[in-house]
Protein backbone atom coordinates (compact mmCIF):
# COMPACT_ATOMS: atom_id res chain seq x y z
CA UNK A 1 0.00 0.00 0.00
CA UNK A 2 1.37 3.42 -0.58
CA UNK A 3 -0.09 6.54 -0.45
CA UNK A 4 1.15 9.97 -2.53
CA UNK A 5 -0.31 12.72 -4.58
CA UNK A 6 -1.14 13.71 -8.10
CA UNK A 7 -1.68 16.95 -9.70
CA UNK A 8 -4.92 17.71 -11.79
CA UNK A 9 -5.73 21.04 -13.08
CA UNK A 10 -3.34 22.74 -10.59
CA UNK A 11 -5.45 20.71 -7.86
CA UNK A 12 -3.31 18.01 -5.41
CA UNK A 13 -5.43 15.05 -4.89
CA UNK A 14 -4.38 12.02 -2.72
CA UNK A 15 -3.96 8.85 -4.19
CA UNK A 16 -3.88 5.32 -1.95
CA UNK A 17 -2.84 2.16 -4.31
CA UNK A 18 -4.25 -1.03 -2.95
CA UNK A 19 -2.31 -3.50 -4.75
CA UNK A 20 -3.54 -7.80 -4.15
CA UNK A 21 -1.98 -10.96 -5.68
CA UNK A 22 -5.58 -11.84 -6.56
CA UNK A 23 -6.23 -8.63 -8.32
CA UNK A 24 -6.75 -8.59 -12.21
CA UNK A 25 -7.54 -5.57 -13.38
CA UNK A 26 -6.56 -2.51 -11.98
CA UNK A 27 -9.68 -0.12 -10.84
CA UNK A 28 -9.50 3.32 -10.30
CA UNK A 29 -12.08 4.84 -7.43
CA UNK A 30 -13.12 8.37 -5.81
CA UNK A 31 -14.24 8.04 -2.32
CA UNK A 32 -16.00 10.96 -0.61
CA UNK A 33 -13.14 12.87 0.26
CA UNK A 34 -12.22 13.10 -3.00
CA UNK A 35 -9.40 10.94 -2.23
CA UNK A 36 -8.62 8.55 -5.48
CA UNK A 37 -8.18 4.94 -5.05
CA UNK A 38 -6.04 2.65 -6.90
CA UNK A 39 -6.78 -1.31 -7.09
CA UNK A 40 -4.09 -3.05 -8.90
CA UNK A 41 -2.43 -6.50 -9.04
CA UNK A 42 1.05 -6.47 -6.69
CA UNK A 43 3.49 -6.88 -9.76
CA UNK A 44 2.25 -3.62 -11.28
CA UNK A 45 4.93 -0.96 -10.76
CA UNK A 46 4.46 2.47 -9.63
CA UNK A 47 5.27 4.23 -12.65
CA UNK A 48 2.82 2.61 -14.91
CA UNK A 49 -0.16 3.54 -12.22
CA UNK A 50 0.74 7.04 -12.49
CA UNK A 51 0.71 7.12 -16.30
CA UNK A 52 -2.45 5.18 -16.08
CA UNK A 53 -3.89 7.67 -13.69
CA UNK A 54 -2.32 10.43 -16.28
CA UNK A 55 -4.64 8.84 -19.29
CA UNK A 56 -7.10 8.38 -16.65
CA UNK A 57 -7.92 12.12 -16.19
CA UNK A 58 -10.37 13.38 -17.77
CA UNK A 59 -12.65 10.40 -16.30
CA UNK A 60 -10.99 11.36 -12.48
CA UNK A 61 -12.50 14.67 -12.96
CA UNK A 62 -15.88 13.37 -13.97
CA UNK A 63 -15.82 11.46 -10.36
CA UNK A 64 -14.60 14.34 -9.07
CA UNK A 65 -17.83 16.18 -10.28
CA UNK A 66 -19.83 13.85 -9.29
CA UNK A 67 -18.60 13.34 -5.60
CA UNK A 68 -18.95 17.36 -5.63
CA UNK A 69 -22.27 17.30 -6.90
CA UNK A 70 -23.37 14.53 -4.40
CA UNK A 71 -22.22 16.32 -1.81
CA UNK A 72 -23.85 19.84 -2.29
CA UNK A 73 -27.02 17.72 -2.96
CA UNK A 74 -26.75 15.90 0.60
CA UNK A 75 -26.00 19.00 2.33
CA UNK A 76 -28.91 20.61 1.00
CA UNK A 77 -32.32 19.74 1.87
CA UNK A 78 -35.06 18.36 -0.51
CA UNK A 79 -38.45 17.06 -0.01
CA UNK A 80 -40.54 15.64 -3.02
CA UNK A 81 -38.04 16.49 -5.95
CA UNK A 82 -38.48 20.26 -4.11
CA UNK A 83 -35.13 21.84 -3.29
CA UNK A 84 -35.65 24.08 0.21
CA UNK A 85 -33.41 27.05 1.63
CA UNK A 86 -32.54 25.84 5.25
CA UNK A 87 -33.45 27.93 7.82
CA UNK A 88 -31.96 27.13 11.77
CA UNK A 89 -34.63 27.96 14.16
CA UNK A 90 -35.02 26.96 18.26
CA UNK A 91 -38.00 25.27 17.38
CA UNK A 92 -38.00 21.29 18.00
CA UNK A 93 -39.59 20.75 14.77
CA UNK A 94 -39.19 20.86 11.03
CA UNK A 95 -41.83 23.11 8.89
CA UNK A 96 -42.19 23.87 5.16
CA UNK A 97 -43.14 26.93 3.95
CA UNK A 98 -42.93 28.12 0.31
CA UNK A 99 -39.36 27.58 -0.85
CA UNK A 100 -38.10 27.49 2.69
CA UNK A 101 -37.32 24.89 5.18
CA UNK A 102 -37.18 25.90 9.39
CA UNK A 103 -35.46 23.27 10.95
CA UNK A 104 -35.00 23.39 14.85
CA UNK A 105 -30.94 22.90 15.96
CA UNK A 106 -31.79 20.03 17.90
CA UNK A 107 -33.90 18.06 15.18
CA UNK A 108 -32.85 14.72 13.36
CA UNK A 109 -33.73 15.38 9.97
CA UNK A 110 -33.41 11.54 8.74
CA UNK A 111 -36.04 10.89 11.45
CA UNK A 112 -38.54 13.43 10.32
CA UNK A 113 -37.55 12.04 6.68
CA UNK A 114 -38.75 8.25 8.01
CA UNK A 115 -41.37 9.86 9.78
CA UNK A 116 -42.73 11.18 6.06
CA UNK A 117 -41.87 8.00 3.89
CA UNK A 118 -43.62 5.84 6.48
CA UNK A 119 -47.12 6.66 5.33
CA UNK A 120 -45.88 8.01 1.92
CA UNK A 121 -44.39 5.34 1.04
CA UNK A 122 -47.03 2.51 2.29
CA UNK A 123 -49.58 4.27 0.23
CA UNK A 124 -47.54 4.62 -3.15
CA UNK A 125 -46.95 0.82 -2.65
CA UNK A 126 -50.66 0.09 -2.05
CA UNK A 127 -51.51 1.90 -4.93
CA UNK A 128 -49.37 0.17 -7.66
CA UNK A 129 -49.66 -2.68 -6.37
CA UNK A 130 -53.40 -2.65 -7.13
CA UNK A 131 -52.83 -1.34 -11.17
CA UNK A 132 -50.01 -3.25 -11.31
CA UNK A 133 -50.63 -5.66 -14.48
CA UNK A 134 -50.01 -9.05 -13.27
CA UNK A 135 -50.98 -11.05 -10.81
CA UNK A 136 -48.62 -10.65 -7.75
CA UNK A 137 -48.36 -11.64 -4.07
CA UNK A 138 -48.62 -8.80 -1.76
CA UNK A 139 -44.92 -8.51 -0.52
CA UNK A 140 -43.99 -7.08 2.48
CA UNK A 141 -42.56 -3.16 2.15
CA UNK A 142 -39.37 -2.08 4.48
CA UNK A 143 -37.58 1.11 4.27
CA UNK A 144 -34.57 1.85 4.93
CA UNK A 145 -31.24 4.01 4.03
CA UNK A 146 -29.02 2.28 1.10
CA UNK A 147 -26.00 3.56 -0.41
CA UNK A 148 -25.84 1.65 -3.82
CA UNK A 149 -29.76 1.13 -4.20
CA UNK A 150 -32.68 2.49 -5.03
CA UNK A 151 -34.62 -0.72 -3.90
CA UNK A 152 -34.28 -4.30 -3.35
CA UNK A 153 -37.08 -7.13 -3.66
CA UNK A 154 -36.44 -10.68 -1.92
CA UNK A 155 -38.28 -12.84 -3.97
CA UNK A 156 -37.75 -15.91 -2.18
CA UNK A 157 -39.65 -13.76 0.94
CA UNK A 158 -41.47 -11.60 -0.88
CA UNK A 159 -40.21 -8.60 0.43
CA UNK A 160 -39.62 -4.78 -0.92
CA UNK A 161 -36.89 -2.85 0.64
CA UNK A 162 -37.27 1.02 -0.62
CA UNK A 163 -34.32 3.61 0.01
CA UNK A 164 -35.11 6.39 2.12
CA UNK A 165 -34.03 8.75 0.04
CA UNK A 166 -36.67 8.49 -2.53
CA UNK A 167 -38.80 10.78 0.29
CA UNK A 168 -35.81 13.26 -1.72
CA UNK A 169 -36.82 12.62 -5.26
CA UNK A 170 -40.24 13.35 -6.98
CA UNK A 171 -43.14 11.15 -6.40
CA UNK A 172 -42.84 9.82 -9.99
CA UNK A 173 -39.30 8.06 -8.84
CA UNK A 174 -40.99 6.64 -5.83
CA UNK A 175 -43.61 5.52 -8.31
CA UNK A 176 -41.20 3.99 -10.97
CA UNK A 177 -38.89 2.47 -7.97
CA UNK A 178 -42.17 0.13 -6.75
CA UNK A 179 -42.69 -1.02 -10.19
CA UNK A 180 -39.75 -1.63 -10.76
CA UNK A 181 -39.22 -3.98 -7.80
CA UNK A 182 -42.48 -5.36 -8.42
CA UNK A 183 -41.82 -6.73 -11.63
CA UNK A 184 -38.80 -8.80 -10.57
CA UNK A 185 -41.99 -11.45 -8.84
CA UNK A 186 -41.98 -11.66 -12.18
CA UNK A 187 -38.71 -11.40 -13.94
CA UNK A 188 -36.21 -11.88 -11.14
CA UNK A 189 -33.47 -11.06 -13.40
CA UNK A 190 -32.78 -7.94 -15.88
CA UNK A 191 -33.87 -9.43 -18.91
CA UNK A 192 -35.37 -7.91 -21.70
CA UNK A 193 -38.37 -9.81 -20.80
CA UNK A 194 -37.99 -8.28 -17.14
CA UNK A 195 -38.02 -4.44 -18.67
CA UNK A 196 -40.89 -5.26 -20.58
CA UNK A 197 -42.98 -5.55 -17.76
CA UNK A 198 -41.57 -2.79 -16.27
CA UNK A 199 -42.49 -0.76 -19.40
CA UNK A 200 -45.99 -2.52 -19.22
CA UNK A 201 -46.53 -1.08 -15.69
CA UNK A 202 -44.28 2.29 -16.35
CA UNK A 203 -44.01 3.30 -20.27
CA UNK A 204 -41.72 6.26 -19.30
CA UNK A 205 -39.12 4.28 -16.80
CA UNK A 206 -35.86 5.37 -19.01
CA UNK A 207 -36.59 8.88 -18.08
CA UNK A 208 -37.27 8.21 -14.72
CA UNK A 209 -34.13 6.04 -14.28
CA UNK A 210 -32.43 9.47 -15.53
CA UNK A 211 -33.83 11.69 -12.89
CA UNK A 212 -33.33 9.22 -9.93
CA UNK A 213 -29.57 9.47 -11.28
CA UNK A 214 -29.47 13.32 -11.20
CA UNK A 215 -28.58 15.81 -8.49
Not at 125 to 154: A, E
Amino acid sequence: MALKEIEINNNLYKVEVIKKRGTKNTYIRIKDDLTIYVTTNFLVPNFEIERLLKKSTPAILRMVEEKKKKEQYNASFYYLGKKYDIVKTNDNDIKLLDDKVYIGNNIDIDKWYRKQAKKLFQERFDYNYQKFSRKIPYPSLTIRKMKTRWGVCNTKDVKVTLNLDLIKKDITCLDYVINHELSHLIEANHSKRFWDVVKENYPDYKKIRKMLNDY
